[in-house]
């Protein structure tokens, strides 16, 4: 059993860094996409993103995340030297191990910065949009069914439209994400 398992681990590693190699343009485009949205956030809509206080709070939770998983190994490399069973085994695993968590902790980032610009958005459409405008989105949505173009607030409307730009580029980095760690996370999963 303990030798399927090391296959098992040592197979799911290789499709880890399989996929990394053969999707890492993907995650540069995801990158230029996050570049994107924040041009578009910041200088069309006019949101102010303090990336110090983002930086912060995914410093914090992925340290916690880092802290829990070096104790779990920490304690088995212990219990395992104590007990002095299988510690060349046990070895030989620790580093993809980590390349199976780490594989996992870059998707959570992305998931995490996903969030973050989502939220962003729905403060600004919540704030400025929803309690300000309440009365003329329906007028505008009526008029845009019509394609009476002329009639229409032309500052709001822009700001729908670079919002629903921001929603796309969000839905493709969400899609890229699904390209670059489906497989990877599948053999996690399945392993």
């Known amino acids: 059993v303990g030798g399927l398992v090391f296959v098992g681990i040592l197979l799911t590693h290789l499709m880890n860094i399989f996929q990394a190699f053969t999707s890492r343009n993907e995650q540069a485009e995801v990158y230029r996409k996050f570049d994107q949205i924040d041009m578009l956030l910041s200088s069309d809509l006019f949101i102010n993103i303090?990336?110090?206080?983002?930086?912060?709070?995914?410093l914090k939770k992925y340290s916690l995340i880092g802290l829990i998983l070096i104790s779990i190994h920490v304690v088995s490399i212990t219990s395992v030297a104590i007990n002095g069973l299988f510690f060349s085994y046990y070895i030989h695993l620790i580093f993809p191990v980590i390349v199976i968590r780490?594989?996992?902790?870059?998707?959570?980032?992305?998931?995490?910065?996903?969030k973050e610009k989502l939220?962003?958005?729905?403060?600004?459409?919540?704030?400025?949009?929803?309690?300000r405008n309440h009365d003329k989105i329906f007028?505008?949505?009526?008029?845009?069914?019509?394609?009476?173009?002329?009639?229409?607030?032309?500052s709001l409307y822009d700001t729908i439209m670079v919002m629903k730009t921001v929603y796309g580029k969000i839905w493709d980095i969400t899609n890229l994400c699904?390209?670059?760690?489906?497989?990877?996370?599948?053999?996690i999963v399945s392993v």
Not at 102 to 114: E, G, K, P, T
Request: hydrophobic letters at 45%.
């Open 139 to 154: 007028l505008i949505v009526e008029r845009f069914q019509k394609r009476d173009m002329k009639s229409i607030n032309a």
């Open 119 to 131: 939220q962003m958005l729905n403060q600004k459409l919540e704030k400025d949009i929803i309690s």
């Open 102 to 114: 780490f594989r996992c902790i870059q998707n959570m980032f992305f998931v995490d910065l996903i």
């Open 50 to 58: 303090d990336y110090a206080v983002v930086r912060n709070r995914l």
């Open 178 to 187: 699904n390209d670059c760690f489906g497989y990877s996370l599948l053999f």
